[in-house]
């Protein structure tokens, strides 16, 4: 058994490789570096903990067994899981995060003797209001990642689902949470702990169905904050060290990293929490209208024809591009560009694909060079004087009606300028709509040629043609 004095330390070790994790994390040149650091920081973590349970017994070998039964199907998962799935994977692991905070704030409340909290009845006051927050949060977090990954997933709707009262009803849940709370601290009372999970997991719940698909990555991002949140109240409810550390961490990195996002899609960051934005009725007959327009289409030796007579390139990808798994086939095509001394680069949107990053680890997964990849802000001026812009599996971050259309549900979001360039090249397999559930007005722009077909297809056709 080690020392408390002497986990301290180890403690303090793996929160240092959690810092030194999100640090490498930031960057796409050290993110493998990050992750080392991370993985590192958590065996630390685990490993402490699992010694600091004292003398072997059942209840020891119970935990071991678990970790490893936990463990095993994490890393089955991890390796099967394709990148288009990723969204998926992470929902549903802050979903887990979420639910373990609950299960370990009942086991707390229920036998606080095993924690030195006090007896039942009688737990430390400052534990308590640590535990009740642990687990209101950790049971949003959890049905709100629920629900997020039915509807990455499809088995629920990506549109927003609203009714009459929506945010009236969600402050007063809000609000009633905050008294429970209360109530609970000044009672003790094992009636109102259930209550105050299950209004908690109802708001969780509240909170996410009313947010559309293209707001989802952010939904992300923020579930991934909560998750901290949840996991460094139980830390201070078990004072263990690296629960709070690690916590913290998430929490605070994912709450930057939602703002940052809704600063980049234009968005209050309250009001896509509370009220999201999405498909509407209007949108979806403007859709169908817009369908009826006449489209040019082409083929692979038109877009080959095009590229080789440009001096510039932009590739912008999207999901389209991850469900095809094209990434590989892109990166030949951009090779076989780059012999004929045509410039290429890529164009990453914040929320391209269906969470923070996506795109950006994807072409990494193909080996791109770095300084090929740049953010919106630092391209979008160049479409004007790019000769092609190459848009594979991209579609609400390329739409112009964000840009003209005030009634859109993308309205004031920076989208990427493509229509701009001289040329574009669209790969989809049809006109559908993209997960905001509008249509796009650069499918029946003048310089747009549609290239209908699989993704990764049509990128390999496209190379032979070129060579």
């Known amino acids: 058994m080690l020392s408390p004095n002497l986990s301290a330390v180890f403690y303090l070790i793996s929160g240092v490789l959690f810092i030194l994790a999100l640090r490498g994390l930031s960057s796409p040149e050290s993110s493998r570096q990050g992750n080392f650091f991370g993985i590192m920081g958590m065996i630390i973590a685990v490993t402490v903990t699992f010694l600091s349970l004292g003398n072997f017994s059942s209840g020891f070998i119970f935990v071991l067994i678990f970790i490893l039964l936990g463990g095993s199907i994490g890393a089955f998962i991890a390796y099967k899981i394709p990148m288009t799935a990723m969204p998926e994977l992470v929902a549903g692991f802050h979903s887990l995060v979420g639910l373990a905070a609950v299960f370990v704030a009942i086991s707390a409340f229920l036998n606080p003797e095993a924690f030195n909290l006090g007896s039942p009845g009688n737990i430390k006051l400052g534990s308590l209001i640590e535990m009740s927050i642990g687990a209101a949060v950790g049971a949003i977090t959890f049905s709100g990642s629920v629900i997020a990954f039915l509807k990455l997933q499809g088995i629920m709707s990506g549109s927003p689902i609203l009714f009459k009262g929506q945010h009236p009803l ?148 999207g999901y389209g591009m991850a469900v095809a798994q094209a990434q590989h086939a892109l990166r030949e095509m951009v090779d076989t560009l780059k012999k004929n001394d045509i410039k290429v680069s890529y164009a990453i949107h914040p929320v391209a694909g269906r969470m923070p990053g996506h795109m950006n680890v994807l072409l990494a997964e193909a080996n791109v060079p770095y300084d090929e990849v740049f953010e919106l802000e630092e391209i979008n001026n160049d479409f004007a004087n790019a000769d092609v812009a190459f ?63 699989d993704a990764k297809k049509m990128v390999e056709e496209i190379t032979k043609s070129l060579d």
């Open 170 to 317: 969600n402050a007063i849940i809000l609000i009633s949470i905050i008294i429970l709370i209360y109530l609970l601290c000044s009672s003790q009372s094992t009636s109102l702990f259930w209550i105050l999970l299950a209004v908690s997991f109802l708001i969780g719940f509240l909170l996410i169905i009313p947010i559309g698909g293209a707001d989802m990555p952010v939904v992300i991002s923020m579930l991934n904050s909560y998750s901290g949140w949840a996991a460094a109240g139980i830390g201070f409810t078990l004072e263990n060290t690296a629960l709070i550390i690690t916590g913290a961490l998430v929490g605070s990195s994912g709450a930057i990293l939602s703002y940052i996002m809704c600063k980049g899609m234009n968005r209050s960051f309250f009001n896509v929490i509370l009220g999201g934005f999405g498909a509407t009725d209007d949108a979806s007959s403007k859709s169908s209208a817009k369908e009826q327009k006449p489209v040019k289409s082409g083929n692979s030796e038109d877009a080959a024809f095009l590229m080789k007579n440009a001096s510039s390139v932009i590739i912008v990808p």
């Open 391 to 453: 848009v594979i599996g991209a579609n609400d971050v390329t739409n112009p009606v964000a840009k003209t259309d005030p009634q859109s549900p993308i309205y004031g979001m920076p989208v990427l300028d493509v229509e701009k360039c001289k040329s574009v090249l669209f790969v989809k397999r049809s006109l559908s709509p993209g997960y905001a559930g509008i249509d796009n007005d650069l499918f029946y722009k003048e310089n747009t040629l549609m290239l209908f077909a």
